[in-house]
């Protein structure tokens, strides 16, 4: 058994997942391929949002994904790290704007 | 970034029989990947045979003057392998009488061998209409002798294909070594202002992307897109196509996968990418190639590599095309590299 959570080597076995079930592992499989396919959006920009997220949910196998698949769709490395500002700014707005709760409470509960 | 090859360095990866041992070893000895045999055979393409001859891809010679840290030739200005004018004669001999209807000159720098201009004005006599000369682009600029190879080339209408493995700087020089992206970006202004690459023109300009990394490249259509219009707006170029084209685990390529520990993910992808598709096209299906000394090979990687043609017939002197379109192929596991996504040949995608 491994001692460490995460194995760069496990994300080629993400396939292997249908092997214990087989019918929703290829659902994902067939939806995510499609989401990634060249539509509204290029395939170019869905790969640079999908690095911003995969940030945001701290995903290394994602990472390592979004970080190849932009190399192989040209992005630069400034693309790569303005997106990674992006969703590091929605992660860190997405606490701050909590502050305003805090204020709501902090007065509410202040004579 | 290398400033010698292989050879010169006495690296082990210099024997073809180590990268070759290297191919088989490892992942596809304990069958944790499947052999480029075993993977073909399952689609019904073993053995890989020759479709109808349709290009003489020949090697003038090793030497360049530059030391692409990809390249699978490892060309540079040590390699003294240079293509001498009798095996040019014997080549010639063979186009006169080949089914072959194009001529893809390649290197090292093709430019570079002292006979090349000759070359192309005698084959251009035994009836070559169709020439391909693989051009780094930065020979163009390497010295006044090389001035004037856009109007030679224009001359012959020799359909140049040039390396540009990005369109900014930082790659293109990682990749390629410091000056070669401006001085690239000044060659090909230079073919532009001869009439080369702009619409319309029949002197064809098409351009080769390969990645700077140890992935493989993405969409082609998607990559020219890109390729066009920044060129055009930075440095105003024109070009007609641009070929993506994979890395091949081989030679200086290959010491770079080992080197940073990135040589299992690639072959992985490369396996996963596999494509039934693109076995049908190949390019050795439909080219010979031709090294520096007149031996035959599949294609210009397994020239790199050391392997011959599987033929009774394996040199241009004793050249016969009915034998030898009866070979089976060689395939060892860089052949991977061929088949991946939408495959990759010497123009290109082919599926």
């Not at chain 1, 939806?31 to 396919?37: A, L, Q």
């Not at chain 2, 060309?75 to 014997?90: F, L, S, W």
């Not at chain 2, 390729?227 to 007609?240: G, Q």
């Amino acid at each position: 058994m491994q001692k460490t959570y995460y194995d760069p080597a496990d994300l080629r076995k993400f396939g292997n997942i249908t092997e214990w079930n087989e019918e929703l592992g290829n659902k994902f499989f067939e939806y995510y391929g499609k989401v990634f396919e060249e539509g509204n959006l290029s395939s170019r920009e869905k790969s640079l949002i999908a690095l911003a997220v995969s940030h945001v949910v701290q995903c290394p196998y994602c990472i390592d994904a979004y970080t190849k698949s932009g190399l192989q769709k040209g992005v630069t490395k400034e693309e790569m790290m303005e997106a990674v500002h992006v969703g590091a700014a929605i992660k860190s707005g997405a606490t701050l704007v909590h502050g305003v709760q805090m204020m709501n409470k902090y007065d509410k509960l202040s004579m | 970034m290398a400033t010698k090859s292989l050879l010169a360095r006495k690296d082990d990866l210099a024997n073809t029989e180590k990268q070759l041992e290297f191919l088989s070893d490892g992942i596809f000895a304990n069958g944790e990947l499947p052999t480029f045999k075993d993977k073909i055979a399952k689609t019904g393409h073993f053995p890989l045979k020759p479709k109808k001859l349709e290009i003489l891809q020949i090697n003038v010679g090793y030497m360049c003057n530059q030391v692409c840290s990809h390249c699978h030739v490892d060309a540079g200005p040590d390699r003294k392998e240079i293509m001498t004018r009798d095996t040019m004669k014997q080549c010639l001999e063979v186009i006169r009488k080949t089914g072959a209807h194009t001529l893809d000159l390649t290197g090292g720098a093709p430019e570079m061998n002292p006979d090349f201009k000759w070359f192309v004005e005698e084959a251009s006599k035994a009836g070559i209409k169709d020439f391909i000369v693989r051009s780094n682009l930065t020979i163009i600029r390497a010295n006044k002798k090389y001035y004037d190879l856009p109007e030679f080339f224009k001359k012959y209408n020799v359909h140049v294909i040039s390396s540009m493995p990005y369109y900014k700087r930082e790659k293109t020089d990682k990749q390629r070594g410091d000056g070669v992206f401006d001085k690239s970006i000044k060659a090909l202004q230079m073919l532009n202002e001869v009439g080369y690459g702009v619409e319309g023109s029949s002197l064809r300009l098409d351009l080769v992307y390969n990645p700077s990394g140890a992935y493989l490249p993405g969409d082609q259509a998607a990559l020219e897109h890109d390729f066009k219009i920044a060129l055009k707006e930075d440095f105003n170029i024109d070009f007609h196509n641009l070929f993506a084209i994979t890395n091949l685990p081989v030679s200086r390529f290959l010491e770079y996968l080992i080197a940073s520990d990135n040589y299992e993910d690639y072959m992985y992808a490369l396996v996963e990418a596999y494509n039934p598709m693109a076995v049908e096209n190949v390019m050795c299906t439909n080219t010979l190639s031709i090294s520096w000394d007149g031996w035959l090979y599949d294609c210009d990687f397994n020239q790199m590599l050391g392997l011959k043609v599987a033929s009774k017939v394996k040199h241009i002197s004793e050249y016969n095309e009915d034998l030898l379109q009866n070979r089976n192929i060689i395939i060892s596991q860089h052949c991977y590299g061929c088949t991946a996504g939408a495959g990759s040949s010497c123009q290109g995608t082919v599926a």
